[in-house]
C-alpha cells in the first residue's frame, strides 16, 4: 500500500513538473499583452485601437505593425489590443475597457462570427466606429469590413498562374484540403468559373485531390496525380499544408511538374525558383502588412467622417491607392485588399522571415 | 508432445499466411488496376510514407498484447517531433543522432508517466492515456509557440529522408530495424516471452514470480521511445514540423495491429502480424487515390476494406482453432 502511494505521488510529481516547467514560455507572451497599451489621453488626437486575434501569433503581429504605421504617420494614436487567449470571451473584455477609455475607433479581427455583437453594438451606440479585418464578424456588428481578397480575384489569379507556368495548355490538377472546407470550396468554384474564358479552353482539369490537411495524406494524393497523369503539367494548391507536402513530393522526385497556389513563404522558401531544381515557381497569398495599413486607413476615414460605411463610398486609402465600399456575401459591407501578392525568387528571402 | 508443437507452430505462422494471401490479392487487385502500383518507387515511396504508422504498430502491439491500450502515441509523437523540429530551427543541436536521441528521451519520458500512471497507479488505460493525450499535445503546441518549422529551417536534416544506403532509404532502414529488434525480441527474449505470458493470463504470470507492473511499465515506455523516433522521422520526411501533426492517427495504428490479427483483449498477435496489417494499411493509403475512386467515397472504401480484411482474418483464426480442436479429438 505504502509503496503503490510512492508510486502514485511520483507520477503526480512528474506531471507537475512537466507542466510547470512549460508555463514559462506562456508567462513571457502574456508580458508583453500590456505594453502597447497607452492612455488615452485628451490631447486631441484621434485615438484608434485595433484588437487582434490573440497574443504571440506572428501573422497578427504584422498587421498591427502595417495599421500603427499608417496612423502614427497620419498624427493619430494607436493602441494594440492582443486578447490573453483566441477566443471570443476574451475579446469582448478586451473591447469593453476600450469602450471606457473612450476610443474614437475600434479595428477587430474577430475570433467569432457573432459572439461580438453585444460589446460591439454598445461601442458604436457610445460613438465609437467599428471596423473588421482579417476575420469579419457578422454584417450587424460592424461599420465595414476590409477584406484580404475576393474569392473571385482568388480564382482569377490562380488560373492566370496556372495558365502562365502550362505553357497556355495541357493537364492540371488541384491539391485540395477536406472536400468540406468552406474557403477551399468557394476559391476552387471560382477557378472554374475563371475556366469558362476562351483563353483557358487548352486547360485541361483533370482532377481535385483532397489531402485532408494532412501531410501524409497529401503526398499520396500528389504522388497518385503524378502517376496517373503523365502528362501532367501543373498542381494548384490553394492550402499551406497542401502546398507545402506537394512542393515536397516534386522536388524530390525531380519531377518537370510545376506548383503553385496559395502558401506560406517561410514553408514554401525551400521550394521556391526558377529553375529545375525548384518546384514551385511563384504563389500567392495576401500581404498582411497592406492589410494592415488598409485597416487603419479604412478606420481613420471612418473616424474623419470620410465614409459612413455604406456601399458605394469611395475613400483614398495613402500610397495603396483608392477603395470603394461593395456589398459584403454577409449583407453587410467590405472593403477589398484587391490583388493577391505573388511571392517569387525575388522577394522570397525578405518575406521567408516575416511570415 | 511433439506432435502437438508442430502444431502450435502451423497455427502461429498460418494466421499471418492467411493475411499475406490477402495482401498480395489485394496489391494484385490494384496493379491491375493501376499498373503503376508495383514498380520500385512506389513501393519505397509507400514505405517511406507509412514508416510512422507501421513502426508506432509494432510499439502498439506490445500493449495490445497485454491487454492495454495507448492513444496518446500521436501526441508523443507531435511533442518529440516538434521539440526535435524547434532545436534544429533554432540551431541548437545539429547532430542527427543526437536529434534522434533527445526526441526517444522525450518520447520515452511521455511513456513513462503513461506507464507509471496505469501500472503504478491503477488507471484505466483508456482513461490514463486519453488525458495524456491532451496533455501531451497541449505541450507540443506550447513548445511550437506559434511557430511552424519549414524546410529551410531544417537545412540538411531532409535528407536523412532521401539519402540512401545500399540503395535502400535510410528511413526505411530504420523501419527494418526496429522490426527485426522486436521480432527477435517478441519470440526469443525472456522480456519478450513475459509479455505474452502477463496478456494470455495475468494471475497466472503473477503466480509464477513475473512482476506484471513492470512488464506493463515496459511496454508503454518502449512505446513512448518509437513515437519519440517516429516523431523525427515523421519532421523529416514531410520537412516540416507543426503542432497538430499526425493528429488522429492513433486510430490507423491500433488499426493496423488489429488488422493484423492483434487481439484487443491481450494475449494474441504476432510482430509479423503488425507488419502486415501495417502493409496492408498503407497499401490502401496508396491504391486509393491511384485507381480513380471519387475522393469523396475513398474514406468509405477504406473502412469497407478494413472491415473485411478483419472479417476474413476472423474466419480463418476459427478455421483453425476448429481445425486445431478436430486434431486433439475434443
Not at chain 1, 488615452?40 to 487582434?52: E, N, Q
Not at chain 1, 485532408?212 to 503523365?230: I, M, V
Not at chain 1, 469611395?314 to 456589398?327: N, T
Amino acid at each position: 500500500m505504502k509503496k503503490k502511494m510512492v508510486g502514485m505521488l511520483l507520477c503526480a510529481a512528474m506531471v507537475v513538473s512537466l507542466i510547470a516547467g512549460c508555463g514559462n514560455s506562456g508567462a513571457d507572451k502574456e508580458g508583453s499583452k500590456a505594453e502597447d497599451v497607452k492612455k488615452a489621453d485628451d490631447s486631441g488626437k484621434k485615438v484608434y485601437a485595433l484588437v487582434t486575434k490573440s497574443a504571440g501569433n506572428p501573422f497578427m503581429d504584422i498587421i498591427a505593425g502595417g495599421f500603427t504605421d499608417v496612423i502614427e504617420a497620419a498624427g493619430g494614436e494607436v493602441i494594440v489590443r492582443h486578447p490573453e487567449a483566441a477566443t471570443a470571451d476574451a475579446q469582448v473584455s478586451v473591447i469593453q475597457s476600450l469602450i471606457s477609455q473612450g476610443v474614437d475607433s475600434i479595428t477587430v479581427s474577430a475570433n467569432d462570427q457573432n459572439a461580438l455583437q453585444a460589446a460591439l453594438e454598445e461601442a458604436m451606440d457610445a460613438g465609437i466606429k467599428i471596423s473588421g479585418l482579417d476575420s469579419a464578424t457578422n454584417a450587424d456588428s460592424r461599420q465595414v469590413f476590409v477584406n484580404q481578397a475576393s474569392d473571385a480575384e482568388i480564382g482569377k489569379t490562380l488560373m492566370e498562374a496556372i495558365y502562365d507556368i502550362a505553357g497556355g495548355e495541357g493537364q492540371w490538377a488541384i491539391l485540395s484540403a477536406t472536400s468540406q472546407a468552406t474557403n477551399q470550396n468557394a476559391w476552387i468554384a471560382a477557378m472554374q468559373e475563371a475556366m469558362k474564358d476562351d483563353k483557358y479552353s487548352k486547360l485541361e482539369l483533370t482532377e481535385i485531390a483532397y489531402g485532408d490537411d494532412e501531410p501524409q495524406k497529401s503526398t499520396d494524393q500528389t504522388q497518385a496525380l503524378l502517376s496517373k497523369y503523365p502528362d501532367l503539367k501543373v498542381i494548384c494548391s490553394p492550402t499551406t499544408v497542401g502546398i507545402n507536402a506537394a512542393a515536397k513530393v516534386l522536388q524530390d522526385d525531380h519531377s518537370s511538374v510545376k506548383l503553385t497556389g496559395l502558401g506560406l513563404p517561410s514553408e514554401l522558401a525551400e521550394y521556391m525558383g526558377d529553375g529545375d531544381d525548384k518546384s514551385c515557381p511563384y504563389m500567392y497569398l495576401w500581404n498582411p502588412i497592406e492589410l494592415g495599413q488598409l485597416g487603419g486607413y479604412t478606420a481613420m476615414a471612418l473616424v474623419n467622417g470620410e465614409i459612413t460605411g455604406a456601399e458605394g463610398e469611395s475613400f483614398k486609402a495613402g500610397d495603396l491607392g483608392d477603395y470603394e465600399i461593395i456589398k459584403a456575401k454577409d449583407g453587410g459591407t467590405e472593403v477589398v485588399l484587391g490583388p493577391l501578392f505573388k511571392f517569387d525568387s525575388s522577394n522570397i528571402n525578405e518575406w521567408k522571415d516575416v511570415f | 508432445m511433439k506432435k502437438n508443437k508442430s502444431i502450435l507452430k502451423t497455427i502461429t505462422t498460418s494466421r499471418e499466411i492467411s493475411l499475406l494471401v490477402v495482401l498480395v490479392l489485394l496489391c494484385a487487385a490494384i496493379t491491375i488496376k493501376s499498373p503503376s502500383f508495383m514498380t520500385y518507387k512506389s513501393i519505397i515511396d509507400m514505405l517511406r510514407n507509412n514508416t510512422v504508422t507501421m513502426i508506432m504498430a509494432v510499439g502498439m502491439l506490445g500493449i495490445l498484447l497485454i491487454g492495454g491500450i495507448d492513444i496518446s502515441v500521436a501526441s508523443s509523437l507531435a511533442l518529440s517531433g516538434m521539440t526535435a523540429g524547434m532545436l534544429m530551427k533554432y540551431g541548437v543541436v545539429k547532430n542527427v543522432f543526437l536529434i534522434f536521441l533527445i526526441a526517444m528521451a522525450i518520447g520515452g519520458l511521455c511513456g513513462l508517466i503513461n506507464g507509471l500512471v496505469i501500472s503504478r497507479g491503477k488507471v484505466l488505460p483508456i482513461i490514463a492515456t486519453m488525458g495524456a493525450m491532451y496533455v501531451y499535445r497541449g505541450l507540443a503546441y506550447l513548445v511550437a509557440n506559434n511557430e511552424w518549422v519549414s524546410a529551410e529551417d531544417l537545412g540538411t536534416f531532409s535528407s536523412f529522408a532521401l539519402d540512401k544506403f545500399w540503395g535502400i532509404n535510410y528511413v526505411i532502414w530504420v523501419l527494418i530495424g526496429v522490426y527485426a529488434l522486436f521480432f527477435v525480441m517478441m519470440k526469443w527474449t525472456r522480456l519478450g516471452r513475459k509479455v505474452y505470458a502477463v496478456g494470455s493470463n495475468k494471475e497466472a504470470a503473477s503466480i509464477s514470480g513475473i512482476n506484471i507492473s513492470n512488464v506493463e511499465l515496459f511496454v508503454y515506455v518502449m512505446m513512448g521511445i518509437l513515437a519519440g523516433i517516429c516523431g523525427t522521422i515523421a519532421v523529416s520526411v514531410y520537412s516540416s514540423a507543426q503542432p497538430n501533426m499526425l493528429y488522429g492517427k492513433e486510430m490507423d495504428i491500433i488499426a493496423a495491429c488489429v488488422i493484423g490479427g492483434v487481439s484487443m483483449s491481450g494475449g494474441r498477435g504476432s510482430v509479423a502480424g503488425a507488419l502486415l496489417g501495417g502493409l496492408v494499411l498503407a497499401a490502401i493509403a496508396k491504391a486509393l487515390p491511384l485507381v480513380g475512386i471519387e475522393a469523396i467515397a475513398q474514406n468509405t472504401v477504406k473502412g469497407v476494406i478494413i472491415l473485411v480484411v478483419i472479417i476474413l482474418n476472423v474466419i480463418t483464426q476459427r478455421t483453425i482453432d476448429r481445425n486445431n480442436l478436430k486434431e486433439r479429438e475434443i
